[in-house]
Nanobody
Framework: VQLQASGGGLVQAGGFLRLSCAAS????????MGWFRQAPGKEREFVAA??????RYADSVKGRFTIARDNAKNTVYLQMNSLKHEDTAVYYC????????????????????WGQGTLVTVSS
């Protein structure tokens, strides 16, 4: 399994970006997907997750970020609006086989596969 994240860049506060994560998974629809981020000097933190049944967001991004997936393209997206300086981080996508239980994986240790990360810099 390989995950390739893209779409990061430099944006002004209040702006927007859309991240993409292309997955080389034959049964992509059977995987839960997540986005995490890691700011300099900080631990990697949960941002958003999408399962077969729904989505979940960290409180810090709720209402501003949207996670979506296109199973036909084996791709998960993270639409980031109203960006803030504190959103600056390397963003990682991750995948884990779905549990079909409705449980949302929000811990770093709960994901089996990780992309290489894409840097998002928000200037204030």
């Amino acid at each position: 399994v390989q995950l390739q994240a893209s779409g990061g860049g430099l944006v002004q506060a209040g702006g927007f970006l859309r991240l993409s994560c292309a997955a080389s998974i034959r049964t992509f629809s059977r995987y839960d997907m997540g986005w995490f981020r890691q700011a300099p000097g900080k631990e990697r933190e949960f941002v958003a997750a999408i399962t077969w049944s729904g989505t979940r967001y960290a409180d810090s991004v709720k209402g501003r970020f949207t996670i979506a997936r296109d199973n036909a393209k084996n791709t998960v997206y993270l639409q980031m609006n109203s960006l803030k300086h504190e959103d600056t981080a390397v963003y990682y996508c991750a995948a884990a086989p779905t549990s079909y239980s409705g449980y949302y994986y929000i811990g770093v240790h709960e994901y089996d596969y990780w992309g290489q990360g894409t840097l998002v810099t928000v200037s204030s």
